[in-house]
């Protein structure tokens, strides 16, 4: 089965078998296998070609946007993925779409959510009118804590400034009714993101950046679960950052 959307948007760039495959470096018939019998590239490779291209990975190779199936450590686990950028934006909206109660967003920067998707804020404000509470705390730049992270993840003084570019994000929301934004200074070891009963976490591991860590999909089961131990430690945070007032 021939792969349409990854033949013309070769053709739109310019490409050739060969000089994709020099590009990425593979053989020009991997390519080709690609193209024509619609053979899936390991995951790096896939992201590799997909950016050299300037195509979203998953719309050309869409195996790779399945999560592997948890198995039942915890029945509220849903799904691991091995790192938040084999998880598609798209996962993240329809979550906050699906919110009735309550949206709860703990982050440094997170700036690929409105990267990818400048409607995030219309979203969050429609949910807010329809009865949704929405928290969100991102990492205040000038927090040791934030700039020690930089070090770690070799961002230097870049996570700094996609902590400003966040609060910049989220800073039209503030006289929002029913959202409320915050920042926090606090060591980060996972950022949350949660619609009500369901939650996606992304774990952080030092010396990688985010978006190669991995995320849990967590759905709530019952009190006492891995559910509410995420979401108390998302209040915890929130009791101790500082709102942010409208300018």
Not at 29 to 40: A, D
Not at 158 to 182: D, F, K, N
Request: glycine share 8%; with cysteine; proline share 4%.
């Amino acid at each position: 089965m021939q792969n349409e959307r990854l033949r013309a948007a070769m053709a739109a760039g310019g490409w050739t078998h060969a000089s994709l495959a020099a590009k990425v470096g593979v053989d020009p018939k991997s390519v080709e296998r690609w193209v024509n019998l619609g053979r899936t590239p390991h995951r790096e490779t896939a992201m590799q070609a997909a950016e050299t291209i300037g195509e979203d990975v998953f719309a050309l190779w869409p195996k790779l946007r399945q999560a592997r199936a948890a198995r039942a450590v915890s029945p509220e686990l849903v799904a691991l993925y091995n790192q938040r950028a084999d998880l598609p934006v798209s996962g993240f909206v329809d979550l906050f779409s699906q919110a009735r109660e309550r949206i709860d967003v703990l982050v440094y920067a997170a700036v690929f959510l409105h990267e990818a998707y400048p409607r995030l804020n219309d979203l969050l404000r429609e949910r807010a009118a329809e009865g949704c509470t929405v928290r969100i705390t991102v990492g205040d730049a000038d927090s040791s804590n934030v700039q020690q992270r930089g070090h770690e993840e070799k961002f230097g003084h870049g996570i700094e400034s996609r902590c400003r570019l966040a609060l910049m994000h989220y800073g039209p929301l503030v006289s929002t009714p029913g959202i409320e934004l915050r920042t926090h200074g606090t060591t980060l070891y996972n950022s949350i993101y949660r619609a009500d009963d369901q939650m996606l976490v992304n774990t952080h591991m030092w010396g990688v950046n985010a978006y190669g860590a991995p995320v849990w999909h967590l759905r709530r089961n019952g009190d006492g679960g891995m559910f509410d131990s995420y979401a108390e430690s998302f209040n915890a945070v929130w009791a101790t950052a500082a709102p942010v007032e409208e300018d």
